[in-house]
């Protein structure tokens, strides 16, 4: 039986002994004992891949070649360091990682660590002489910021040209701004300045690459090895080994934002819901964090390369403080200075919550819930499962009609909870199919006879609903229970992950510390044999937003495990004729919704601009493209303007609790505002309303033949 089935019945301190076993009961036949602590790491690391990840892979010449070129790119993604000289001298390399790595061998590594390091050294003296000179913006030139295409620089005249060109652009939007906004300042005051203020970051952003440790950067070299295996493999080193993703939650002060260190930068994954940087709305999952400003200084840190908990550090602090973000939108690209008032950030606003909806003379249910969680308090185990049943209980004492379930960027959790919800919905069955490692598969079911809502039911998806989301969406789309709206597929992460204490492993340890490794165990299939990877969940009705044609699935990672499928499992289906008719009359809507042509055409103006990686070095032309990429966004303005004719209203319960908490009412008042906006809580709305008439139109047509 595996872990998460033993989750149900069992208590705190035995789940955590569960674990611990479970993570390591595959690995005990074997221990490590070499005194080189890097070596050890090689082999823990090989070992533990080829004996328990779900598709080990071949240490061959093409993984070699693999390794080669993402661990290159993660060392210098700018090709500002090394040059194409180096890079030869490397490439005899290539094919001899695998051999390497089976002989625990460290001589590609120390090689390129050893280079590495001189070349950043050098880089200090070039960057201090180039903004030691003013830029020419009068110069008619362009910068490209497709790195992929570039080679490396062929000699130091090529080195030097990178870096100033590199430098303007960094330079470039600040020097902008201040022609815009400072009239006091001449010209060249201002260029002096941005230059200068260019300058302070950098040798901010060296003092934190000074600060990594020869350990740091074999962590980049084991990763770029582990994650060849697949994107959700990762090797953790020990000071943040007990973390997946360092996030910012829970009742602390902050500004409320969960970010995950990755190869581009530091990245927001997500936003806590009623926390200062969800109130205020500029922030987005997917920007990409650049500087960091306390309000009562004038020069902004640059955290691109700093450690995570270093740049973490920088963004929290005292609530009713204010901290100036600087951030590279997901969307399009741009640059943005977003300040935010850090406050009081609460936890509960990552559970379910559910609201009544009157629309048409009927009263509906929506239930949005942010992840699948699974908590321990006092021996008391709260879950996303039993909090959907008492919002549906709750809604039900209100007479809806119909029900929508909002999984819109929810990114998963615990699975026993997934088999819990869909058994609210269906009378007995199975979910899902795990298939392990050991290639075993495992089929978990609804055992509870028992049905909480047979009503209609409405499904909300988009690209970010990833693992646990998707499960749940393609169990109620298998069984015909309940209708899919929402992007044209889910994210499609169809995988498990595991993560073991490499520690214990390890005999007679005296080297420190080796860390953790997360990996891919098992694979996640529907009931109907095809799996969840890749293809995710294609909607019933697809409706475009604005992540329509960004790269932000797992189809879109480094080395994803392919989509496949095994043999189905028997379950009956719910299915009327009323989803048939109901979809068709939903998708002859979506064709005539101005609204969502707008979304459509914005969001293929945002790829348009996301793909430019041409940017103009000369100030007017600089100017120019600015103001005439402001001009075309004025003809989406009206997004933000859409307003439904849906009336949202919350349950009497919180209605009490509003007296005491003000906060909780502000959240309530915020949630049903975007939610009257919504274009796509209201097509869904559209659809509870068509099956429950459909479904009232064929009883009475039975009645009649009756009589």
Same mark, same amino acid.
């Given at each position: 039986?595996?872990?998460?089935?033993?989750?149900?019945?069992?208590?705190?301190?035995?789940?955590?002994?569960?674990?611990?076993?479970? &993570?390591?009961?595959?690995?005990?036949?074997?221990?490590?004992?070499?005194?080189?602590?890097?070596?050890?790491?090689?082999?823990?690391?090989? $070992?533990?891949?080829?004996?328990?990840?779900?598709?080990?892979?071949?240490?061959?010449?093409?993984?070699?070649?693999? *390794?080669?070129?993402?661990?290159?790119?993660?060392?210098?993604?700018?090709?500002? $360091?090394?040059?194409?000289?180096? @890079? /030869?001298?490397?490439?005899?390399?290539?094919?001899?990682?695998?051999?390497?790595?089976? #002989?625990?061998?460290?001589?590609?590594?120390?090689?390129?660590?050893?280079?590495?390091?001189?070349?950043?050294?050098?880089? /200090?003296?070039?960057?201090?002489?180039?903004?030691?000179?003013?830029?020419?913006?009068?110069?008619?030139?362009?910068?490209?910021?497709?790195?992929?295409?570039?080679?490396?620089?062929?000699?130091?005249?090529?080195?030097?040209?990178?870096?100033?060109?590199?430098?303007?652009?960094?330079?470039?939007?600040?020097?902008?701004?201040?022609?815009?906004?400072?009239?006091?300042?001449?010209?060249?005051?201002?260029?002096?300045?941005?230059?200068?203020?260019?300058?302070?970051?950098?040798?901010?952003?060296?003092?934190?690459?000074?600060?990594?440790?020869?350990?740091?950067?074999?962590?980049?070299?084991?990763?770029? +090895?582990?994650?060849?295996?697949?994107?959700?493999?990762?090797?953790?080193?020990?000071?943040?080994?007990?973390?997946?993703?360092?996030?910012?939650?829970?009742?602390?002060?902050?500004?409320?934002?969960?970010?995950?260190?990755?190869?581009?930068?530091?990245?927001?994954?997500?936003?806590?819901?009623?926390?200062?940087?969800?109130?205020?709305?500029?922030?987005?999952?997917?920007?990409? @964090? =650049?500087?960091?400003?306390?309000?009562?200084?004038?020069?902004?840190?640059? *955290? =691109?390369?700093?450690?995570?908990?270093?740049?973490?550090?920088?963004?929290?602090?005292?609530?009713?403080?204010?901290?100036?973000?600087?951030?590279?939108?997901?969307?399009?690209?741009?640059?943005?200075?977003?300040?935010?008032?850090?406050?009081?950030?609460?936890? %509960?606003?990552?559970? #379910?919550?559910?609201?009544?909806?009157? $629309?048409?003379?009927?009263?509906?249910?929506?239930?949005?819930?942010?992840?699948?969680?699974?908590?321990?308090?006092?021996?008391?185990?709260?879950?996303? #499962?039993?909090?959907?049943?008492?919002?549906?209980?709750?809604?039900?004492?209100?007479?809806?009609?119909?029900?929508?379930?909002?999984?819109?960027?929810?990114?998963?959790?615990?699975?026993?909870?997934?088999?819990?919800?869909?058994?609210?919905?269906?009378?007995?069955?199975?979910?899902?199919?795990? /298939?392990?490692?050991?290639?075993?598969?495992?089929?978990?079911?609804?055992?509870?006879?028992?049905?909480?809502?047979?009503?209609?039911? &409405?499904?909300?998806?988009?690209?970010?609903? #990833?693992?646990?989301?998707?499960?749940?969406?393609?169990?109620?789309?298998?069984?015909?229970?309940?209708?899919?709206?929402?992007?044209?597929?889910?994210?499609?992460?169809?995988?498990?992950?595991?993560?073991?204490?490499?520690?214990?492993?390890?005999?007679?340890?005296?080297?420190?510390?080796?860390?953790?490794?997360?990996?891919?165990?098992?694979?996640?299939?529907?009931?109907?044999?095809?799996?969840?990877?890749?293809?995710?969940?294609?909607?019933?009705? *697809?409706?475009?937003?604005?992540?329509?044609?960004?790269? *932000?699935?797992?189809?879109?990672?480094?080395?994803?495990?392919?989509?496949?499928?095994?043999?189905?499992?028997?379950?009956?289906?719910?299915?009327?004729?009323?989803?048939?008719?109901? +979809? !068709?009359?939903?998708?002859?809507?979506?064709?005539?919704? !101005?609204?969502?042509?707008? @979304?459509?055409?914005? !969001?293929?103006?945002?790829?348009?601009?996301? %793909?430019?990686?041409?940017?103009?070095?000369?100030?007017?032309?600089?100017?120019?493209?600015?103001?005439?990429?402001?001009?075309?966004?004025?003809?989406?303005?009206?997004?933000?303007? $859409?307003?439904?004719?849906?009336?949202? /209203?919350?349950?009497?319960?919180?209605?009490?609790?509003?007296?005491?908490?003000?906060?909780?009412?502000?959240?309530?008042?915020?949630?049903?505002?975007?939610?009257?906006?919504?274009?796509?809580?209201?097509?869904?709305?559209? &659809?509870?309303?068509?099956?429950?008439?459909?479904?009232?139109?064929?009883?009475?047509?039975?009645?009649?033949?009756?009589?």
């Amino acid at each position: 039986m595996m872990l998460y089935r033993l989750m149900k019945k069992s208590n705190p301190l035995l789940i955590i002994i569960l674990v611990l076993a479970f &993570v390591s009961c595959s690995f005990t036949s074997q221990s490590f004992n070499d005194p080189n602590k890097d070596k050890v790491l090689l082999q823990l690391i090989t $070992y533990v891949l080829s004996e328990g990840h779900f598709s080990p892979k071949d240490l061959n010449d093409d993984f070699s070649k693999q *390794v080669f070129d993402e661990y290159i790119k993660r060392l210098d993604p700018f090709k500002r $360091y090394f040059y194409h000289s180096d @890079i /030869k001298e490397f490439k005899k390399y290539e094919t001899a990682i695998d051999d390497q790595l089976k #002989a625990f061998d460290l001589t590609f590594f120390n090689e390129t660590h050893a280079k590495l390091l001189e070349r950043i050294d050098e880089s /200090k003296q070039l960057y201090k002489a180039i903004l030691s000179e003013p830029f020419n913006y009068e110069r008619d030139e362009t910068y490209n910021a497709d790195f992929d295409a570039l080679d490396f620089p062929r000699n130091k005249k090529a080195m030097k040209d990178r870096w100033r060109t590199q430098l303007k652009f960094s330079t470039i939007s600040s020097y902008y701004d201040l022609v815009q906004t400072d009239s006091l300042k001449t010209i060249e005051e201002i260029e002096k300045e941005t230059r200068e203020s260019t300058m302070k970051t950098l040798d901010d952003s060296y003092g934190y690459i000074d600060d990594r440790t020869r350990n740091d950067w074999f962590s980049v070299y084991i990763n770029s +090895i582990v994650e060849g295996f697949d994107p959700h493999t990762f090797y953790f080193a020990p000071e943040d080994k007990e973390r997946f993703d360092v996030q910012m939650s829970g009742s602390f002060e902050g500004i409320g934002a969960r970010l995950v260190k990755r190869t581009e930068g530091i990245i927001i994954t997500e936003l806590i819901s009623g926390g200062p940087a969800w109130r205020q709305g500029k922030l987005e999952s997917g920007d990409q @964090i =650049v500087k960091v400003r306390q309000s009562d200084e004038e020069e902004s840190v640059n *955290v =691109v390369g700093m450690r995570l908990e270093d740049a973490i550090k920088l963004i929290k602090g005292p609530k009713d403080t204010d901290v100036i973000l600087t951030v590279k939108k997901k969307l399009d690209g741009s640059f943005q200075d977003v300040s935010i008032t850090r406050g009081i950030v609460e936890i %509960d606003e990552t559970f #379910a919550k559910s609201t009544k909806v009157e $629309y048409d003379g009927n009263t509906y249910g929506l239930i949005n819930l942010p992840k699948f969680y699974i908590e321990f308090k006092d021996a008391q185990q709260r879950n996303a #499962a039993s909090d959907i049943k008492l919002e549906i209980e709750r809604l039900k004492t209100e007479n809806i009609q119909g029900l929508v379930l909002d999984l819109r960027n929810n990114g998963g959790g615990s699975l026993q909870t997934v088999v819990d919800i869909a058994g609210l919905f269906i009378k007995t069955g199975p979910v899902v199919q795990v /298939k392990s490692s050991n290639r075993k598969t495992e089929v978990l079911r609804d055992r509870d006879r028992s049905i909480l809502w047979d009503g209609p039911l &409405v499904i909300l998806v988009n690209e970010l609903s #990833a693992s646990a989301s998707e499960i749940l969406a393609a169990a109620m789309q298998d069984y015909k229970r309940g209708i899919v709206i929402g992007s044209k597929q889910t994210y499609g992460k169809g995988t498990v992950q595991n993560i073991i204490d490499l520690n214990r492993m390890v005999k007679n340890s005296s080297g420190g510390d080796v860390g953790a490794l997360k990996y891919t165990h098992s694979k996640f299939y529907r009931i109907n044999g095809g799996s969840t990877q890749l293809e995710g969940v294609k909607s019933d009705v *697809v409706v475009p937003d604005r992540y329509s044609y960004v790269d *932000v699935g797992e189809k879109d990672q480094i080395n994803p495990l392919p989509w496949d499928k095994i043999d189905p499992v028997s379950y009956d289906l719910w299915y009327s004729n009323t989803f048939d008719k109901a +979809i !068709a009359m939903s998708k002859l809507r979506m064709e005539k919704n !101005a609204q969502l042509k707008l @979304i459509d055409d914005n !969001a293929k103006w945002l790829k348009e601009i996301r %793909d430019d990686n041409m940017y103009h070095l000369n100030f007017e032309a600089y100017k120019k493209n600015i103001e005439t990429r402001e001009q075309e966004a004025k003809q989406f303005e009206a997004i933000s303007d $859409y307003k439904t004719a849906l009336s949202f /209203k919350s349950l009497p319960y919180e209605l009490s609790q509003f007296q005491k908490d003000t906060i909780l009412k502000e959240k309530r008042d915020r949630w049903h505002t975007n939610l009257s906006k919504d274009v796509y809580v209201e097509e869904a709305l559209h &659809v509870l309303k068509d099956l429950g008439d459909i479904s009232s139109t064929q009883s009475n047509l039975s009645v009649i033949q009756e009589k």
